[in-house]
């Protein structure tokens, strides 16, 4: 099986900082990777799929790069409602998740 | 812009099996190309995803789950439900429905999650 590791776990930052989350696969996944975004309480949000697409409605502040082993979530300037918690996802698998903190 | 929504027991005894329900509105599951899927997540951990059915009655299964589990689809309710035999406290998590919508598992929408407990 594939496995996610993400990195870092834990990042503290401030708003309109530039942050980049990197999701590592244990093996070559093409360009099947997505990203979520899930704040306490709430059910996980579909920000990017296909390691690079936009989903409709979410700021273009986020973006994802990336093919193969490797793989980024960059937000270019950090807004308060996007400190959160942030998983990558490969078909049935789910990193452990990134905590973005205030700083 | 479809919506979903869990139901079940919030409390499942030991080694009985977990029972959940997920209702679709806002279009009918046998419409599209769609995989109705299951997603759960103990408290204060992340994601772990357990199955999904296709409209034509399809299934993929967590391989770590699937001796346990078994995803079904009632189209005449427009529901989708999942049973998790054997429970433990392990199994103790917040369960969400979801609808991938290209079949690449990338997860669009969501349902609010309800919370399991297996407690005796």
């Known amino acids: 099986d594939i496995q996610l590791t993400q990195s870092p776990s834990f990042l503290s930052a401030s708003v309109g900082d530039r942050v980049t989350i990197t999701c590592r696969a244990s093996?070559?996944?093409?360009?099947?990777l997505a990203w979520y975004q899930q704040k306490p309480g709430k059910a996980p949000k579909l920000l990017i799929y296909?390691?690079?697409t936009l989903q409709s409605g979410v700021p273009s502040r986020f973006s994802g790069s990336g093919s193969g082993t490797e793989f980024t979530l960059t937000i270019s300037s950090l807004q308060p409602e996007d400190f959160a918690t942030y998983y990558c996802?490969?078909?049935?698998?789910f990193g452990q998740g990134t905590k973005l903190e205030i700083k | 812009q479809v919506q979903l929504q869990e139901s079940g027991p919030g409390l499942v005894k030991p080694s009985q099996t977990l029972s959940l329900t997920c209702t679709v509105s806002?279009?009918?599951?046998?419409?599209?190309?769609?995989?109705w899927s299951w997603i759960r997540q103990p408290a204060g951990k992340g994601l772990e995803w357990i199955g999904r059915?296709?409209?034509?009655?399809?299934?993929n299964y967590n391989p770590s789950l699937k001796s346990r589990v078994t995803i079904s689809v009632d189209t005449s309710k427009n529901q989708f439900s999942l049973k998790l035999s054997s429970v433990t406290a392990a199994d103790t998590a917040v369960y969400y429905c979801?609808?991938?919508?290209?079949?690449?598992?990338?997860?669009?929408?969501w349902g609010q999650g309800t919370l399991v407990t297996v407690s005796s």
């Open positions: 979801a609808r991938d919508d290209y079949g690449d598992y990338d997860l669009f929408h």
């Open positions: 093996q070559g996944i093409s360009s099947y």
């Open positions: 059915i296709y409209t034509s009655g399809s299934t």
């Open positions: 996802q490969q078909l049935n698998t």
């Open positions: 296909a390691a690079s």
């Open positions: 806002g279009g009918s599951i046998s419409s599209g190309s769609y995989y």
